[in-house]
């Protein structure tokens, strides 16, 4: 039978074609149980780990014109661990008592921060179509063939070989070493191996190490891949191999390979088959075209909410967990004083007289971005509800923005909807979403909402962006996804100062909109649920419902700043604003900055938009001299300096959660006002600073 | 006789909350000592401040006669000094098997992990049957004995036991008592927090008592009961600490 | 009567230490009960079974004559069972009022998204008085408006007491209240909740392992022991028995004072 035997023919090429990829993800997979199981961290910047040895593996080849010896020893086997043994001594060593979610978000931080700090320390810069090469020569162009319907190149064989070394020796390492058996014995708890006379701080090092040359060694297999060298795509391939690792509970080598290989057979056979399938029914031709790179995130989506297993793999707690002391309790809350009435009267006159240089004397430049910097700002309010209210950490901001905007180019392009009718629809559907996604994931715990948001945005990203009632599919691709500046009666706001206005007067309400809503009803109930769940249930609270409405009232403030950002730049320009690694650094940003107050939000707009003008390009030295020529050598500074400052920045989430400047407003005002008691009363001692406040008992 | 350990002055406490004020604590070599008190004065505390779990905030605490205040409790343990602390005290991740391999291969070296497992398992035969089992998986006694295991074929100088009974059932609680009245034949000093007084008095030489972070009394075990029982019952006997 | 809180032949296994065995318990309307017992007993997941943090393995547990052993935790807060905890949990960031003040918002079920935005969820004067009331009731008055972090341990129960009497609970469960406190601040406590309890008539059932406390405080109690109940009655004849010193004390004789 003809028929049956090409069906088996392209069951063999798909089963075979499927391999290479999936050793791919089960190289990441296996790398990322690996530094799970001995760290006990969710590392989600074991990519920007993996890109950087990758990118000097690269340097080296293409631009220093070494030898593949010497590269690999030095990116892989000398680069790579000497980053673990720095990220675990300058910082996760002093989070061991941290929460979950703390170590998370100082992850995100690093995943945007390290990247960028190799790029500047190195001065790598990938030129666009410039393959990575692997580590065997001629690896991308000898082909092997050994079944007769797919060619391995050498490559490809390499990567799947590795995978499954990779995963025996690591499992024998588990299995039969002594320094395999303590870095699990230090996993669950360091101070425990103490007592069996174990150095902890040791293992926990070699760990590290361990890993982190792990994750050289993919990130150079993997670098072929790709045409371009990009974080981006770095971080893409680990949350496609959580899914993989997720499989086995994170916990299990075996499964992870297993997982990844099973990942990349499914898709090659979703590409095989669903051809055919959707020429019969063309409605399902887009879903079908971009169904592959989803099946992941949809993967891990599912396997997060319908297998408790996963979510419920709980690190064993440390018995001894006591032992350490407990992380500092907040800075008090600032009381309101005069001085609170100061700084206001202050702030009034500093943004009247921006405002009046602004509107005055701006060019298009300035204007552009200072607009973009409030309309930012209204979007960040949106992680201020999620992340600084409900205490959530959600990554898929962008995505709700990017529904707000497509929802306006959608029905202004179609119906010709009035752009503000649009934006205010756009923001409705963006809070249904929010809701929707919300509810499969209400009783997850902290770092898994973070994930589930994540594929989420992932699955957004591969699939819905291409779809055509939603990013608007080939048509898109030559036209640009046009929006609209609205008008409003009689005044255009095609106009850039009419423009600023109105994207000012939508921060405004939103801004008393959240402050609202913090000191009502909601707001309480998030705070009461940030600072101790089991007491909020135990009167009465329930907090599905309460992270639901947050969900959907985040979801909504997003979807109205991602509509005004479309607006302002007259086309949603998805990739640039919208895409996951792009809102990453939105949350690194805002959580750097303070996550608790709409000061926050706008700080972190202004960053956003105003950092690199400003500070990295060196205009305030410019207007401090009154030149523009005379602005030192050394500006303008790379701009990927705000990457590794702000990602950084997230460092200090785990001791200071309301953000590093929130902090320091605090510490400045209490001096200020220690300052004013004195002086008022001089000879009397100063107030003692209760900057480590009575911390909670500890039940010895 | 230098004391095995030695605690001067020490207050110790969690960040700031302080749980020991000045307290002064010696245990001789191959002696017993019974850590006692009602919950919450700090027993705990002051165990794991013997260890190096935590750093005194003031005075010292001394091995031997070697100052070992502020190192780190991996150093106490190679100086012979074993804390079974309270609670769950095994791995619970790790396989009986793996747990006393874990402590063996750090104590035997390579060549005396095979040896000694096979010296505990022949112990413990119910630990040879849980051989392949999860620690975390063995109920509370179990767990227990996996901890006396390890300690038993090791034999420390000194044993800081932290409510080894907690939880458990009577009989249990008398096998345990059993295994360390034969660590105390073996030479090994014992400082035992105990909070069923009845069997910490019968093994011990000399009793500890606690109050609110401070010793109130110490004297020998004989005729201790009654006092003992009076002060966690009653909070009325005492006297002013020797110090 | 309807007893207030019931549990009927509750048994709860997990691998490790404290698993329960048919344990059948009642409080009465307007009652104290002690629940005591070694540590390790089985009273704190007795107490999350109640609470409706586990689930129990087999038994029921019945408020007022419901049962209520599938309804999640927030539920049976709402339909009246108050709590405190051994390890206090108070919402970091809050002061001692706001505290009171959600606790009294959620009772009352009447914020609203639209009230929020329209500047109406700010607590009403008439929150704020009954917030009020109680704080002076439990001696927390001057301490209204310190963020939680700046109180000392006792005080940090006393606000857990008072939230909970916020919800207006028909048995308020307290976890170990004497925990932390030295003699004069458990003494205090027990008189405050006394004459709070004399007034408005909730029950209360205490977990706790300070034996003079329970003698001072219960009119009844149930002692556990390896998670069975091994007694229970009048508290001073309960705490009498020599089956009751024996599993308390480990020791056969009693105090000879």
Not at chain 1, 216 to 228: E, H, K
Not at chain 1, 240 to 268: D, K
Not at chain 2, 75 to 95: D, I, K, M, N, Q
Not at chain 3, 221 to 232: K, N, P, Q, R, T
Request: with cysteine; hydrophobic share 50%; aromatic share 8%.
């Amino acid at each position: 039978m003809i028929f049956a035997s090409a069906l088996g023919e392209d069951l063999a090429r798909a089963l075979l074609q499927g391999m290479p990829p999936g050793a791919v993800y089960a190289l990441i997979a296996i790398g990322f149980v690996l530094a799970y199981k001995t760290s006990g961290v969710f590392n989600l910047a074991f990519g920007a780990q993996a890109y950087v040895s990758a990118a000097l593996y690269f340097q080296a080849r293409q631009e220093w014109d070494w030898g593949i010896l010497p590269a690999l020893l030095v990116s892989v086997f000398l680069l790579a661990p000497a980053l673990g043994l720095i990220l675990e001594r300058l910082i996760f060593r002093h989070l061991r008592t941290s929460s979950s979610v703390a170590k998370l978000v100082v992850a995100i931080g690093l995943t945007v921060a390290i990247p960028s700090l190799f790029d500047v320390v190195v001065g790598f810069s990938p030129v666009a179509g410039q393959t990575p090469t692997g580590i065997i020569p001629g690896g991308a162009n000898v082909f092997y063939q050994p079944f007769g319907v797919y060619a391995f190149s050498r490559d490809e064989l390499m990567a799947m070989g590795l995978a499954v070394v990779a995963m025996l020796g690591l499992a024998a390492l588990f299995r039969f070493s002594a320094i395999g058996l303590q870095m699990r014995a230090v996993v669950e708890s360091p101070r425990m191996t103490e007592l069996n006379g174990i150095q902890a701080d040791r293992v926990s090092a070699f760990s590290w190490a361990l890993s982190s040359v792990f994750a050289g060694l993919a990130g150079v297999l993997i670098a072929p891949r790709f045409n371009t060298l990009a974080a981006p795509d770095f971080f893409n391939l680990v949350v496609v191999a959580i899914a993989a690792a997720a499989v086995g509970r994170l916990m299990s080598l075996p499964r992870a390979l297993a997982g990844g290989l099973g990942l990349g057979v499914f898709i090659a056979l979703a590409n095989t088959f669903l051809p055919a399938w959707a020429e019969a029914h063309p409605i399902l031709a887009p879903i079908q075209e971009n169904v592959a790179p989803a099946v992941p995130f949809l993967v891990l989506f599912a396997l997060l909410v319908l297998w408790p297993a996963v979510r419920t793999t709980k690190e064993q707690a440390d018995p001894l967990s006591g032992v350490d002391p407990p992380p500092p309790s907040l800075a008090s809350r600032e009381r309101s004083s005069g001085l609170t009435v100061a700084t206001r009267v202050f702030a009034v006159v500093f943004f009247l007289t921006v405002g009046f240089v602004v509107f005055t004397r701006a060019d298009v430049n300035w204007l552009f971005l200072i607009t973009q910097s409030v309309i930012l700002s209204t979007i960040f309010l949106s992680i201020t509800v999620i992340t600084g209210l409900a205490g959530q950490i959600s990554l898929c901001q962008g995505t709700f923005a990017a529904i707000g905007g497509f929802t306006v180019f959608q029905l202004s392009d179609r119906y010709g909807t009035s752009a503000l009718v649009a934006a205010l629809i756009g923001a409705v559907v963006a809070s249904a979403c929010g809701a929707l996604l919300s509810l499969p994931i209400r009783r997850l715990g902290g770092v898994w909402v973070a994930i589930a948001t994540l594929a989420f945005a992932f699955f957004f990203d591969a699939v819905m962006v291409k779809l055509p009632w939603v990013g608007g599919g080939g048509t898109s691709l030559l036209q640009g996804t046009r929006v609209p500046r609205p008008t409003i009666g009689p005044w255009d706001l095609g106009d850039d100062k009419a423009f600023l206005v109105l994207a000012l007067v939508v921060f405004v309400i939103t801004s008393l909109a959240v402050i609202q809503i913090r000191e009502g009803t909601i707001g309480r109930t998030l705070r009461a649920l940030r600072g101790s769940e089991l007491a909020s249930q135990s009167i009465g609270i329930s907090p599905a419902r309460s992270r639901v409405l947050a969900f959907a009232l985040s979801g909504f403030i997003a979807g109205i700043g991602g509509a005004m950002l479309s607006m302002q730049q007259e086309n949603v320009n998805y990739t640039l604003n919208f895409s996951p690694f792009a809102a990453l650094f939105w949350l690194v940003l805002v959580v750097s900055l303070g996550s608790r107050t709409v000061e926050g939000a706008a700080q972190a707009g202004a960053a956003y938009a105003l950092f690199e003008a400003i500070v990295l390009r060196g205009a305030v030295f410019g207007w401090i001299l009154r030149s523009a020529d005379r602005i030192p050598g050394i500006f303008p500074i790379s701009p990927k300096w705000r990457f590794i400052i702000f990602g950084l920045g997230t460092i200090q989430f785990a001791r200071h959660p309301e953000g590093l400047v929130e902090f320091n407003t605090r510490r400045a005002h209490r001096r200020t006002e220690a300052l004013l008691a004195r002086l008022r009363r001089p000879g009397a001692a100063p107030p003692p600073e209760p900057d480590v406040p009575e911390a909670k008992e500890v039940v010895p | 006789m230098t004391p095995i350990l030695e605690l001067r002055n020490v207050s110790a406490g969690y960040g700031p909350f302080h749980a020991l004020f000045d307290v002064c604590l010696s245990v001789q070599p191959g002696e017993a000592v019974a850590l006692l008190g009602a919950n919450g004065v700090g027993k705990t505390t002051l165990a794991r401040a013997a260890t190096g779990l935590i750093v005194p905030t003031e005075g010292s605490v001394w091995v031997d006669g070697v100052d070992m205040t502020g190192v780190a409790p991996f150093r106490f343990a190679r100086a012979g000094v074993a804390h079974a602390p309270e609670g769950r005290s095994v791995f619970a991740t790790l396989t009986v098997e793996e747990n006393l391999r874990l402590s063996f291969r750090q104590s035997k070296g390579r060549r005396g992990v095979g040896a000694a497992l096979d010296q505990a398992f022949s112990q413990f035969p119910l630990l040879a049957r849980r051989r392949p089992m999860l620690a975390g998986n063995l109920s509370g006694g179990e767990q227990r004995m996996l901890s006396m295991a390890r300690v038993l074929v090791e034999a420390p100088r000194l044993l800081v036991a932290d409510e080894l009974s907690l939880g458990l059932a009577p009989i249990i609680v008398d096998e345990i008592y059993h295994d360390l009245a034969r660590l105390r034949s073996e030479g090994t000093a014992l400082l035992i927090v105990e909070q069923r007084i009845s069997h910490a008095l019968a093994l011990c030489d000399r009793v500890v008592l606690l109050e609110h972070g401070t010793v109130i009394w110490e004297g020998p075990t004989d005729g201790a009961e009654a006092r003992v029982v009076a002060k966690i019952f009653d909070h009325s006997a005492g006297e002013e600490p020797p110090c | 009567m309807t007893p207030i809180l019931e549990t009927r032949g509750i048994s709860k296994s997990y691998a490790g230490i404290g698993a329960l065995r048919d344990v059948a318990l009642q409080v009465g309307e307007g009652e104290r009960v002690g629940l005591i017992g070694p540590n390790g007993a089985g009273k704190t997941t007795l107490f999350n079974c109640i609470l409706g943090l586990l689930v129990p393995n087999a038994g029921s547990v019945w408020l007022a004559g419901d049962n209520i052993t599938s309804l999640p935790v927030h539920q049976r807060a709402r339909r009246g069972i108050g709590r405190s905890f051994q390890r206090i949990e108070l919402f970091t960031e809050s002061t001692v009022r706001e505290h009171l003040l959600i606790a009294e918002r959620v009772r009352r079920g009447n914020g609203s998204l639209w009230k929020d935005l329209l500047g109406r969820g700010r607590p009403t004067a008439d929150e704020l008085r009954s917030c009020d009331v109680v704080l002076a009731r439990l001696g927390l008055a001057e301490l209204a408006d310190e963020p939680i972090e700046q109180l000392s341990l006792g005080q940090g129960r006393l606000v857990e007491v008072g939230r909970a009497l916020m919800t207006q609970p028909r048995v308020l469960l307290l976890d170990e209240p004497s925990s932390g406190l030295d003699r004069q601040e458990t003494a205090d406590l027990a008189a405050t909740l006394r004459e709070l309890q004399e007034e408005q008539g909730f029950a209360i059932l205490l977990v706790e392992h300070d034996v003079e406390f329970v003698a001072a405080f219960t009119q009844r109690c149930y002692v556990l022991d390896f998670g069975s109940l091994i007694a229970e009655g009048l508290t001073a004849e309960v705490l009498e028995r020599s089956i009751v010193r024996e599993s308390y004390l480990g020791t056969p004789e009693g105090p000879d004072t």
